[in-house]
């Protein structure tokens, strides 16, 4: 095979065999790679009604066929399973090297199974793959494992994915870090990763990845960069100021969900923005494998930052560095919260990637804390100190408590939807399907509350990122107080999205590439005559069998909702003064143009149109 | 003569120049066979590309016993020439910088030669940290190592 290394590595932790088999090539063609693979092998093998943190539960590592290859943004891999958070088929992504290193070791595809009767952690040289003891990693944070673990492999180059105390607690949002700073996020897949007593891969490989038509692809390549060098947000918005770009764009909008979604713009939120991290912290931009955008920020904690706090990535970081905030992250640990803290965000975000927390789930969480804090529901004797919104030091705090599941951490690290019925507040959970919102107010652009309450992992802003269209305007501008066509928009970004992700790309990249310019790398990698249309088939067709897992895993239609506080309360100040989401007009034109029936289910017809019968 | 000049402070560790050499050296993406390689200096905020210096006093040909190391006459670069090395691996030994490898089929060594005059990595580098440049191969590692010395003390007297 090319493109694909053909070969999918299995490891049983409960018995510690270890096998390689054939990868399944109908349904390489079929899901391409990644998150589709992965929902293909997970679809076969596992009950979706099994407890998410059972050992029938599996943890699958898959990359796609341009992991590893030379197209621009092809670092990714995708870890599928059923998720804790959510109940729901969950898919994180995460870039970094460690998804090409699994390919360059060989394997497509990694299937994690049953439980290790102590903790191990798995090391991938090439054709060497063996189990090894990790009890004494065990209750230590991300950076520190994967430095002992490097060290104990002494090969240089060597990658680690691995989970911090927050997996091994089960912290419902877990994430998995690899690199240390990139992270498989969301939906607490490192929960996953520790009810398997597994601490980390480490992964090195020294083979090669081939592709199907060298000189398609050389030049394929060559157009996706040249493309990607002039559109202004990949060559100079996300260099110049990582995705937090966004910060200011989505706060004049008047999108910007602020104190636990009660408003929708911060008024600090230029303190927290990109532009002032670029002037104050930033320390270098640093690149995932392959990627020719480098969004990724490194920043450094303010000199009056560093009286208060203190960063534990090295002894030997010299200077102060740490890897953030995303967008996401200091919305979600800024606005969220309504702290305007720059460095409190920086340690807090620093805290998530050393625990192996998911920063939107936790910022989240803690902001519907504030808010029961605020209501008087809360006692400072129930949550430990006090808890106001805006207190960097509580959300420094609660965010090592969290990881810890110490005090009232241990309620956080069930999520807001837990945490609020427990105190018999469940509308303060913003989120779908048990999984908190991202960074975009659904009442101020309305193709995202779609995107949302659909998504099949819970709220998720990756699946359908209306927003291009909604503000910053492609492929087309959208009216975003509008519903009409937002349902139409909803399905072909979900497609599209989900057939990049299969590829093995980064999704960042359609920020200036269209699917067009994509398809000739799948193409020209496999040897497979895909185009744009079977490229959005795979999507669309991935997309149908993970509804049908979540279906199956008892997860109702009627879960494709927002909460009340989306679809009642008015936004109460800035452009979008007034609005509500109103999903129920979106709904039954997206069901519509899904093809499915008007209650939400793909029928008979659909699925043998996709070859899903 | 041109040289390869690198701009470590422009590198953000993405690794196209590696792929780029591997696929001139194998025609497959294979970074372990790439003779530049990233170094990533997370906790240094650093990312450093890094190959064969060319130097005018060559270590690496002056040790070869069987003068399996020549210069090219086009591109000045050293480079190694497979039907005679013997695979001794004396080069590896004597270079100061570690950029000779012997990962190649065949058991013979292999370093950077300029891709005979047009290097794959300084066309791919998204973020020109690596240049094709008229200029002393060395002279850019200098100033470099300056600047990090000054940002090491600096740091230092801040704590």
Redesign the interface.
Known sequence: MHGWTGCVLRVDLSTGAIGREELNPDWARDFVGGRGIGARYLWQEVDPQVDALAPENKLIFATGPLTGTNASCGSRYMVVTKGPLTGCITTSNSGGHWGPELKFAGYDLLILEGRAERPVYLWIFDDVVELRPAEHLWGTGVFDSEDAIRRETGIPGTSVACIGPAGENLVRYAAILNDKFRAAGRSGVGAVMGSKNLKGIAVRGTGAVSVADPSALMAAQWAQKQVLSEAPLTSEGLPAYGTLALMNVINEHGALPTRNYREAQFEEAEAISGEELAQTRLAANKACFACTIACGRVSRISEEGRARYTLNTSPRNWKHATEGPEYENAWSLGADCGVADLDAILKANTICNDLGLDPISLGATIAAAMELYEGGVLSEEQTGMPLPFGSGDALVALSEATGYRRGFGDDLAEGSKRMGEKYGHPEVFMGVKGQEFPAYDPRALQGMGLGYATSNRGACHLRAYTVAAEVVGEPEPMDPRATEGKAQLAVDMQNISTAVDAAGLCVFLTFGNTLSDLTPLVAAATGIAYDDDALVRAGERIWNLERLWNLRAGIDPSEDKLPKRMLEDAIPAGPARGEVSRLAEMLPEYYAVRGWSPDGRPDAAKLAELGLG | MNALQIHP?KC?????CE??C??VQ????????SLIRVHIF??????APYTCFQCDEAWCMQACPVNAIDVDEASGAKIVLDEVCVGCKLCVIACPFGTIFF?KPGGVAAKCDHCAGDPACAK?C??AAIEWTQADPGAWIGPFGDRVDR??RA??E??
Not at chain 2, 12 to 16: P, S, V
Not at chain 2, 26 to 31: L, N, S, V
Request: glycine share 8%.
């Open positions: 402070e953000t560790g993405c690794k196209q792929l780029a591997s696929w194998t025609g497959g993406f294979q970074p372990s066979r997370d906790e240094q905020a650093s990312y990962d791919v998204p973020t940002d090491y740091a230092e801040a704590d």
